[in-house]
């Protein structure tokens, strides 16, 4: 499927301060005349482009769904991080106001066991002056200690007051931020669930109709004609914010964007009969897991493609694009700067993927190249694939 993406001209010298808006704007008009591309060719395809793009909207909402969840998870977490300090806090309180209690008990037993004797009886006692003067400076001695001791108290029962007043509105939070992730949870499960409805009627409208590898094969083109766009859109868009170090100086040093076992290995046959062959990795790993940019660069694309359903490319510069397909959900937008090690998009089964996984390439001036041989460690692969 040609994309047809017309091409504005852009000047070769922009200043600091627009480089990054321009390359947003573009970056971002790609995306949408690509899908004014796809929603026409999807109305021609009839009930199979109606279940095409009823898997794409939906699949769009789940990666929605996702991100909320995982927004609601990291909320719970902080409240309940929260939650244990204060509990702490109190506790600490109620042992320092139980010291100030017991040291209060102490002074007024000392206090009754040295006669009960004020200021004026001391005075009016014929004794031994100096006796009288020192007991003098015991008793404003010990007024001094008691005033301390109680104005400590008073200050201990008004933060263990306070503490226990944030303690139940920390409480309360909770509750509410659970009852938000529970309906996360149950929206991502009910939108599953009709996915699961949809992707069964599409399976079986494609192998009705046949078309299982003029679909592989259209889907190929769409992503190298998709590939071809970007890096002409981003050839006049200088790459000053990108940090000294070049990709190509990071062979056999990149890490991987996510662990997991390889499913499928780049250039193992794709399907039996067709010649066609893999051009990235495809690498098992549980759903919701982070999927990591291997290297600094611009998001180029971000949205979801027939195929490899939620995808994001980023571009390294230098004619390096990394891919990352089939995600859940993704956590960047077109012309977003990221650097390694960045949280880009959550692992997942979208585009029709048959389990849960990340679909990886590396591309180097438009042909793929095997991630293995970039990549710093070594992934378990799965069968002889």
Same mark, same amino acid.
Request: aromatic share 2%.
């Given at each position: 499927m040609a994309l047809l993406i017309p091409l504005l001209g852009l000047p070769s010298h922009l200043p =600091?301060?627009?480089?990054?808006?321009? !390359? #947003?704007?573009?970056?971002?008009? #790609?995306?949408?005349?690509?899908?004014?591309?796809? +929603?026409?060719?999807? @109305?021609?395809?009839?009930?199979? +482009?109606?279940?095409? !793009?009823?898997?794409?909207?939906?699949?769009?909402?789940? =990666?929605?769904?996702?991100?909320?969840? /995982?927004?609601?998870?990291?909320? *719970? $977490?902080?409240?309940?991080?929260?939650?244990?300090?204060?509990?702490?806090?109190?506790?600490?309180?109620? @042992?320092?106001?139980?010291?100030? &209690?017991? !040291?209060?008990?102490?002074?007024? &037993?000392? =206090?009754?066991?040295? +006669?009960?004797?004020?200021?004026? $009886?001391?005075? *009016?006692?014929?004794?031994?002056? @100096? &006796? #009288?003067? %020192?007991? *003098?400076?015991?008793?404003?001695?010990?007024?001094? /200690? %008691?005033?301390?001791?109680?104005?400590?108290?008073?200050?201990?029962?008004? /933060?263990? /007051?306070?503490?226990?007043?944030?303690?139940?509105?920390? &409480?309360?939070?909770?509750?509410?931020?659970?009852?938000?992730?529970?309906?996360?949870?149950?929206?991502?499960?009910?939108?599953?669930?009709?996915? =699961?409805?949809?992707?069964? $009627?599409?399976?079986?409208?494609?192998?009705q109709a046949g078309t299982s590898l003029s679909r592989l094969q259209t889907d190929q083109e769409s992503l190298e004609e998709l590939l071809k766009t970007l890096d002409r859109v981003l050839s006049d868009i200088p790459d000053d914010a990108l940090p000294n170090q070049a990709f190509a100086d990071r062979h056999g040093k990149l890490p991987f964007p996510v662990q997991g076992e390889v499913i499928h290995r780049f250039g193992s046959t794709r399907d039996s009969g067709t010649g066609r062959r893999w051009q990235g990795l495809v690498i098992g790993a549980r759903e919701g897991e982070p999927v990591k940019a291997i290297h600094h660069g611009r998001v180029a694309f971000a949205d979801w493609m027939r195929g490899f359903g939620m995808l994001l490319i980023i571009d390294h510069g230098g004619g390096y694009m990394t891919l990352y397909g089939h995600n859940q959900a993704l956590y960047k937008s077109p012309g977003d700067w990221v650097q390694a090690g960045d949280l880009i998009a959550r692992v997942g089964d979208s585009g029709g993927s048959e389990r849960a996984g990340l679909y990886f390439e590396i591309r180097h001036k438009g042909s793929p190249v095997n991630p293995s041989q970039w990549c710093d460690s070594k992934l378990p692969v799965v069968g002889s694939r």
């Open positions: =600091a301060g627009t480089e990054r808006e321009e !390359a #947003v704007r573009r970056l971002e008009q #790609v995306q949408r005349q690509i899908q004014q591309v796809r +929603g026409r060719l999807e @109305a021609a395809r009839g009930e199979q +482009g109606r279940l095409e !793009a009823q898997l794409r909207e939906m699949e769009r909402a789940m =990666a929605q769904t996702a991100r909320d969840l /995982a927004t609601s998870e990291e909320a *719970l $977490k902080t409240t309940e991080a929260r939650l244990r300090e204060l509990e702490r806090r109190q506790r600490d309180e109620m @042992a320092r106001l139980e010291a100030h &209690r017991t !040291a209060l008990a102490t002074q007024l &037993r000392s =206090a009754y066991q040295a +006669g009960r004797q004020d200021h004026l $009886k001391l005075l *009016l006692n014929q004794e031994d002056p @100096a &006796r #009288v003067g %020192r007991m *003098l400076v015991y008793y404003e001695h010990y007024n001094r /200690a %008691r005033h301390a001791r109680i104005e400590a108290a008073t200050q201990a029962l008004a /933060a263990l /007051a306070e503490t226990r007043h944030q303690l139940d509105l920390t &409480r309360l939070q909770q509750t509410e931020q659970r009852r938000t992730l529970l309906a996360h949870q149950d929206q991502l499960e009910r939108q599953r669930r009709e996915r =699961a409805q949809v992707l069964e $009627k599409l399976r079986r409208e494609i192998a």
